[in-house]
Each structure stands twice: as structure tokens, then as C-alpha cells.
């Protein structure tokens, strides 16, 4: 039996379909673009703390004032904050960076409807991929602090967790702000995943619940007081794995 022939990708007369394949592989380079250049931005601003939280959050919230409490405490603490640059928890945490001491940096993505980059960033950069820009909240925080939020929001949340609980990155503080909100969740990690067998109970130590932005602050550096924020040889090794 003969093999089936493939079609010519560069023959503008090879179809649709061929044509579909020879765009889906050229993407490759726009992946590897988006990876290269943020590598390069996101490199020399550390330590950093990746904060993540609801795009829909008015101004006017508690949730709101929260973040940038907290994001203005990690500045005047020598911690760049790396937020997905768009609005509502977001623009809290850039803003409470931005008049701080240290660099205030939005990741941005391009979205149909919702996200639009806020004016408060030092550091720019947008992605097409959200896979490229999940890699780099990771890949240079030293913590994340979570507040409270929707499906992106536990997204990233579950990302950091099963990277951490996997050893495919370091082991960083993850941190929920506002018990009254994620206690809920934790109970049933608790009781449902723990209690099934699902994860292992040490498994639970991933997390920290904090209402206070000092101990959201403070509960970092504790992470840090035997080892500097540097990454170790190997954990370095495992990022570049990442």
C-alpha cells in the first residue's frame, strides 16, 4: 500500500485545509516570540509578587481598596507586583506598585471583551497566549497573593497549586486574602479532596489563608528568612523546565 501523499503547505492552490496547516505551524514563532521577549522584560525585576483577582471589581470595593493596600506594602518592601494588567482587582494592585518604591508590571492579554490595559504600570507587556503569560506569573514570583475572584482567577490559583504540588516549580508562598471569601473552598479541599484521598493532607500546607495585608507581607519574608529570594542552582534547573 502506498503512502498518502502530503500536501504542499507553500501551494496556494494545495486547499483550505493546507493552507489552515501551514498557518498553525507558523504560529510556532509567534509563541516563541511572546516567550522570548517577556523573558527578557520580566528577568531583572525581582523579587516580585504575582497578584491575581477579579477583573470586574468596581473601585468603590473593599476588594478593591484591599489590593492596592497590599500591593503598595509589597512595593515599599522591595517586591516588583506583576498583576494581568487589566481592570478591577488588576488596576488595584498596579496602582497600589505604582506609587510605591518598587515596579508596578500588567501582563495584559487580548480578550474579545473585558480586558483593557490600566494606566498604571511601569512595565507593559501583552500576550496573545494565555499559556505564554500563565508561564511568566510562575516563573518570576516569588509568592502569589490571591484575592478574591472567578474562573481566571482559580485558574491561576489551581496552576500554581498542581506546579508546586508537582515540583515543576519552586516552592513559593500561595497566599488567599480574605477568609470570609475562600474559606468555602478550603473547607472542601479539606474535607472532599483530603478527605477522599484526592490530594495528600501535607498538600494543604500550599496554602495560607491572610485578611491583614502586614501579615500578607510578613508571611512572605517568613517564607524566605533561612534563604534569599534568589532561585537556587536547582531551582533554577526546574524553572528553565518550567
Not at 502569589?144 to 508537582?166: H, I, N, R, S
Request: charged share 20%.
Amino acid at each position: 500500500m502506498s503512502k498518502p501523499k502530503l500536501p504542499n503547505l507553500f501551494d496556494p492552490g494545495g486547499g483550505q485545509e493546507a493552507r489552515l496547516s501551514a498557518r498553525e505551524s507558523w504560529r510556532m514563532f509567534e509563541i516563541m516570540s511572546e516567550f522570548v521577549e517577556a523573558t527578557e522584560r520580566l528577568a531583572p525585576i525581582r523579587p516580585a509578587v504575582s497578584i491575581f483577582g477579579s477583573a470586574r471589581t468596581p473601585p468603590d470595593s473593599a476588594y478593591y481598596m484591599l489590593t492596592e493596600i497590599i500591593a503598595r506594602k509589597l512595593s515599599d518592601a522591595g517586591f516588583a507586583v506583576i498583576s494581568g494588567g487589566g481592570p478591577g482587582v488588576m488596576e488595584a494592585a498596579n496602582k497600589g506598585a505604582f506609587f510605591g518604591k518598587s515596579p508596578s508590571v500588567g501582563l495584559n492579554i487580548q480578550l474579545p471583551h473585558e480586558q483593557h490595559t490600566n494606566p498604571y504600570q511601569d512595565v507593559s507587556q501583552t500576550f496573545r497566549h494565555f499559556f505564554a503569560r500563565k508561564v511568566m506569573f510562575v516563573k518570576f514570583a516569588s509568592a502569589y497573593v490571591v484575592m478574591p475572584g472567578g474562573f481566571g482567577t482559580l485558574d491561576e490559583l489551581m496552576e500554581a497549586l498542581t506546579l508546586v504540588q508537582t515540583g515543576k516549580t519552586r516552592r513559593i508562598p500561595i497566599i488567599l486574602v480574605q477568609s470570609s471569601f475562600w474559606g468555602g473552598l478550603v473547607d472542601w479541599f479539606r474535607d472532599r479532596l483530603v478527605g477522599e484521598g484526592m490530594i495528600n493532607p501535607e498538600d494543604m500546607d500550599l496554602i495560607r489563608v491572610i485578611d491583614e495585608p502586614e501579615q500578607v507581607v510578613e508571611a512572605i519574608f517568613q517564607h524566605y528568612e533561612t534563604r534569599g529570594f534568589e532561585p537556587s542552582p536547582q531551582e533554577r534547573e526546574i524553572l528553565l523546565n518550567l
